[in-house]
């Protein structure tokens, strides 16, 4: 079975495939993601100072609210690089001339045309890259994390917008 057929039942009439890719192998934080590590990284100082001190008082009270604290901070850090891991093989992109399709998982998500920005591509040491797209609407950011021909998507990206 081809892994890329899941966009056929998406696709309209007329409707071509330009560019088809998956996630390399590779690290698993993407580089927009420094401020959420440092959010998350103060949290869980601010956490471990709440253990600490109640570990000097001896105050129950404040060691279960620090235990507490530990575990939001854990999903700030963790969280996007774990599932991110976790769907590394189970992810496909495919541009195709009215838009992008992605899926992740049995979740397959469509960006048509309309609701898409010029893609901002942001080049890895190991010759991926990632294409950053910032939502015109409500439906947010999304990208194309770390295919090995990133380059190739954008440029398919491009001739999409221009057809």
Request: charged share 20%; with cysteine; aromatic share 8%.
């Amino acid at each position: 079975m081809d892994e890329y057929n899941f966009c056929r039942s998406r696709m309209q009439e007329g409707e071509q495939i330009l560019w088809q890719g998956k996630p390399q192998k590779g690290g698993v934080f993407a580089a927009a993601e420094p401020i959420v590590l440092i959010i998350g990284a103060a949290w869980l100082f601010l956490a471990g100072d709440c253990l600490f001190t109640a570990w000097q008082d001896r105050s129950w009270a404040l060691a279960v609210l620090g235990a507490v604290l530990v575990i939001p901070g854990l999903l700030i850090v963790a969280a996007k690089p774990l599932r991110t891991a976790r769907l590394r093989d189970k992810t496909w992109y495919v541009v195709t001339n009215r838009q992008i399709l992605i899926k992740e998982g049995e979740r397959v998500v469509s960006h048509p045309l309309e609701e898409l920005t010029v893609p901002h591509l942001r080049m890895h040491r190991n010759g991926a890259g990632t294409l950053l797209f910032y939502g015109r609407r409500l439906r947010g950011n999304f990208a194309l994390e770390n295919p090995a021909d990133a380059e190739a998507a954008r440029d398919a990206v491009m001739r999409m917008a221009q057809s």
